[in-house]
């Protein structure tokens, strides 16, 4: 079948585009036109998903092949070999809340690394067809967070019979973290696949900053570790305001009922998820009025 068939309408490199806060101001216009293209999302969706595993051996087992090996690493490494240079006590709780952190670090990570090549690795689609292409940034990021849900719900089964989480009312935020998780990996991707389009250096330079981000974000360290027993310092708010990831990594420990006290987690669970949806808000627009503004040059240049 042919999926776009009925909008074969050439691109006009001429066309006068609207702006940059043109298309800012109508980021909720997204979700209508991905709803309005659903059977060409759920085709790419299907095919990026089953892509992954087709001809191999393990098949869908790889979604945690990769978070379960970086895992058993930073493990060895954070968890016994600098166990009392970190002051990790409780094994079991570190380990939840380890794999927990990396699930969803790796999960936005990846996401947005394969939304970037949305528009690049998909020249034919974008010179020859009217093509919506604004939705090809989406479909990394929305499989991703299908995946980083299947590793939350690993990470709550191995916390609950540990001993260490104890799930509650906190389960039902969960859908509210997958949006703000998915909001984020969009806006992000769909600002660095039109990056990605004009400067091709974006994704090795992205490849290169996700490393320091990944230790700069809760991942291996907990926030009494670096902000002392009682938080609220002006590091702490810093890492609020420049990090989209920090208050994200910690709103899924407290969703799988780690106990905050210990893990020195000051701020609630509202105030790190509304944090979380406050960044992907802020990425989605400047990630959809960027990619609307210079979508018109796209097929001049891929």
């Given at each position: 079948?042919?999926?776009?068939?009925?909008?074969?309408?050439?691109?006009?490199?001429?066309?006068?585009?609207?702006?940059?806060?043109?298309?800012?101001?109508?980021?909720?216009?997204?979700?209508?036109?991905?709803?309005?293209?659903?059977?060409?999302?759920?085709?790419?969706?299907?095919?990026?998903?089953?892509?992954?595993?087709?001809?191999?051996?393990?098949?869908?087992?790889?979604?945690?092949?990769?978070?379960?090996?970086?895992?058993?690493?930073?493990?060895?490494?954070?968890?016994?070999?600098?166990?009392?240079?970190?002051?990790?006590?409780?094994?079991?709780?570190?380990?939840?809340?380890?794999?927990?952190?990396?699930?969803?670090?790796?999960?936005?990570?990846?996401?947005?690394?394969?939304?970037?090549?949305?528009?690049?690795?998909?020249?034919?689609?974008?010179?020859?067809?009217?093509?919506?292409?604004?939705?090809?940034?989406?479909?990394?990021?929305?499989?991703?967070?299908?995946?980083?849900?299947?590793?939350?719900?690993?990470?709550?089964?191995?916390?609950?019979?540990?001993?260490?989480?104890?799930?509650?009312?906190?389960?039902?935020?969960?859908?509210?973290?997958?949006?703000?998780?998915?909001?984020?990996?969009?806006?992000?991707?769909?600002?660095?696949?039109?990056?990605?389009?004009?400067?091709?250096?974006?994704?090795?330079?992205?490849?290169?900053?996700?490393?320091?981000?990944?230790?700069?974000?809760?991942?291996?360290?907990?926030?009494?570790?670096?902000?002392?027993?009682?938080?609220?310092?002006?590091?702490?708010?810093?890492?609020?305001?420049?990090?989209?990831?920090?208050?994200?990594?910690?709103?899924?420990?407290q969703i799988l009922?780690?106990?905050?006290?210990v893990l020195g987690?000051?701020?609630?669970?509202?105030?790190?998820?509304?944090?979380?949806?406050?960044?992907?808000?802020?990425?989605?627009?400047?990630?959809?009025?960027?990619?609307?503004?210079?979508?018109?040059?796209?097929?001049?240049?891929?």
């Amino acid at each position: 079948m042919n999926l776009v068939s009925g909008i074969e309408q050439h691109f006009s490199a001429q066309a006068t585009p609207r702006g940059f806060v043109h298309h800012a101001l109508r980021v909720g216009s997204l979700p209508g036109r991905a709803w309005r293209h659903a059977v060409l999302f759920r085709h790419f969706f299907s095919r990026e998903l089953e892509g992954r595993f087709q001809g191999t051996v393990l098949g869908p087992a790889w979604v945690l092949v990769h978070p379960v090996f970086l895992f058993l690493v930073y493990f060895a490494v954070f968890g016994f070999g600098l166990r009392d240079t970190m002051g990790h006590q409780d094994l079991s709780l570190f380990a939840v809340y380890l794999f927990s952190g990396i699930v969803c670090f790796h999960g936005l990570t990846a996401g947005t690394t394969q939304a970037m090549n949305a528009i690049v690795g998909n020249s034919n689609l974008v010179k020859k067809v009217a093509f919506p292409c604004e939705l090809l940034p989406i479909v990394s990021p929305a499989v991703e967070t299908l995946v980083l849900m299947i590793g939350l719900g690993v990470a709550l089964v191995a916390g609950w019979l540990s001993g260490v989480a104890t799930p509650g009312l906190s389960l039902l935020a969960l859908p509210v973290f997958a949006l703000a998780l998915l909001a984020i990996g969009t806006g992000l991707g769909l600002l660095l696949a039109n990056l990605h389009v004009f400067v091709r250096d974006v994704r090795q330079l992205y490849g290169v900053l996700t490393t320091p981000w990944l230790f700069l974000s809760p991942n291996f360290w907990m926030p009494n570790q670096l902000f002392g027993p009682d938080g609220g310092s002006a590091m702490e708010t810093a890492c609020m305001a420049v990090n989209p990831a920090y208050c994200m990594l910690l709103a899924a420990r407290q969703i799988l009922g780690l106990d905050s006290s210990v893990l020195g987690i000051h701020t609630s669970l509202a105030v790190n998820l509304g944090v979380a949806l406050a960044w992907g808000v802020g990425l989605m627009v400047v990630g959809y009025g960027t990619f609307m503004a210079n979508k018109h040059k796209y097929a001049d240049l891929v």
